[in-house]
Structure formats: structure tokens, C-alpha cells
């Protein structure tokens, strides 16, 4: 069974910076995409970022310029370092994860973490 585990997340003033990670563990064969989502007060689910196996980056308009989404292959890991941090923000940060587990059919299917917190103050 393949999971993922997030860290990183916590409390930060407007401006400020917080590095998250999410690892991916399991019987995992190889990971394609992986990515960051948001949950936002009075905001459904949003795509934040996502690297795929090659390291391509896609963003977000919002943080664009301020978000960085990069991962470890080695490590099965994936991180988002977000600086310039605003107070809107706040909410639930989400790694996803396209995974071929490694089964019988070598199938991919889609990862959810529980989500962490994120707070910023102004």
C-alpha cells in the first residue's frame, strides 16, 4: 500500500517563508506527477504546483514568482518552498501524488496526504 506524509507545515507572518515536504512510501514502482493542492476559507480545493518525473513545473497564476515546487527521486519526495507567504493563504495544503505501484498490473493510480496546516498572520 502506498501512503504519503506531509511536514513543514505550521504558523508564519505575512512575508514570511515555510518549506513543505511530503514523502511517498510504500510498494511503489515509479512516480509520475506530484503536486501541491490548497483548501482556502470559503475556497473549494485549488492546484497550487506540480513537477512531473522529468521535473517540469506548472503553477498556480497566484504564486507564481513565489512558490517553488521541486522533488527528490531518489528520496520518493516532494517539496514546496513559499516565500512572500500572505494571510489569504491560510488554510490546508494537499500532496498528490500519480503513482505506479509496484502489483501485479503495475497500475498508477492517484495519492492524497492528509493535508497540513498552514497559518499566516498579519
Known amino acids: 500500500q502506498v501512503q504519503l506524509v506531509e511536514s513543514g507545515g505550521g504558523l508564519v507572518q505575512a512575508g514570511g517563508s515555510l518549506r513543505l515536504s511530503c514523502v511517498a512510501s510504500?510498494?511503489?514502482?515509479?512516480?509520475?506527477?506530484m503536486g501541491w493542492y490548497r483548501q482556502t476559507p470559503g475556497k473549494q480545493r485549488e492546484l497550487v504546483a506540480t513537477v512531473s518525473s522529468g521535473g517540469s513545473t506548472n503553477y498556480a497564476d497566484s504564486v507564481k514568482g513565489r512558490f517553488t515546487i521541486s522533488r527528490d527521486n531518489a528520496k520518493n519526495t516532494v517539496y514546496l518552498q513559499m516565500n512572500s507567504l500572505k494571510p489569504e493563504e491560510t488554510g490546508v495544503y494537499y500532496c498528490n501524488a500519480l503513482i505506479r505501484a509496484r502489483l501485479i498490473t503495475y497500475s498508477v493510480s492517484e495519492y492524497w496526504g492528509q493535508g497540513t496546516q498552514v497559518t499566516v498572520s498579519s
Open positions: 510504500g510498494s511503489i514502482f515509479s512516480i509520475n506527477a
